[in-house]
Structures are given as C-alpha cells and as structure tokens.
Nanobody, 125 residues
Framework: VHLVESGGGMVQPGGSLRLSCTAS????????MSWVRQAPGKGPEWVSA????????YYADSVKGRFTISRDNAKNTLYLYMNSLKPEDTALYYC???????????????????WGQGTQVTVSS
C-alpha cells in the first residue's frame, strides 16, 4: 500500500485548497477511502469518507458543508476540496484506506493506520 498526499499549503481564513491522494499497491476502486487529519498535540480526527463508486460520501460535523470528498478510480486518486477554511482546520492531512465500510466512520474508527507522509494545511491570517 502506497499513499501520497499533496496540495496542502498556507491560506487565510475563508480560503480554499484542494488536496489529492494518489494510491498504488492495491485495488483502489474496490476500497472505501477516508481523509484523516491530525493537529499538533492531538489525536487523529476522521474528516470524510467515500464509498467505492464515489456516489456516497460522509463528513464529520466539523467540516460538513465546507469540504467535499471525491475520487477518480481511473486515476487511482482521492480528492478533498476544502472551502471556507478556518484556523481550526490547521492540521496534517492524510488519506487512508477504510478497514470498515464508509457508513461506519461517524461511529467507529473506520480507517487503517497505514498512511502516507501527509500534507500540511495551515489556516492563518
């Protein structure tokens, strides 16, 4: 399993970013996927999940209405579009394969702990 996240950066509050995650080493199109973030000094926080076909998505309450997850199975790539960014969104963002179906993510730790290097998102004025 190889996951490479990119697209992070520093933006002002209210700004936008698009994160990408390129996957290899497994059958990407057959696995539900998630985005997870970790802020300094805090534990991992599940952000969003998507089913294999991309037609069903799930979001943590903290990002609902501001973030959009999507996937391109032909390119083995997962995306996270982040709008209306807030300082509390500052974190290292990882993509992860799901160990559980995406609809479990709001009530259980649904993602595997095998991540890439992550991409840093910093929201600051």
């Amino acid at each position: 399993v190889h996951l490479v996240e990119s697209g992070g950066g520093m933006v002002q509050p209210g700004g936008s970013l698009r994160l990408s995650c390129t996957a290899s080493g497994f059958n990407f199109s057959s696995v539900d996927m998630s985005w997870v973030r970790q802020a300094p000094g805090k534990g991992p926080e599940w952000v969003s999940a998507i089913n294999t076909g991309g037609g069903t998505t799930y979001y943590a309450d903290s990002v609902k209405g501001r973030f959009t997850i999507s996937r391109d199975n032909a390119k083995n790539t997962l995306y996270l579009y982040m709008n209306s960014l807030k300082p509390e969104d500052t974190a290292l963002y990882y993509c992860a394969r799901n160990a559980l179906p995406a609809d479990f993510c709001s009530v259980a730790a649904c993602y595997e702990r095998q991540w890439g290097q992550g991409t840093q998102v910093t929201v600051s004025s």
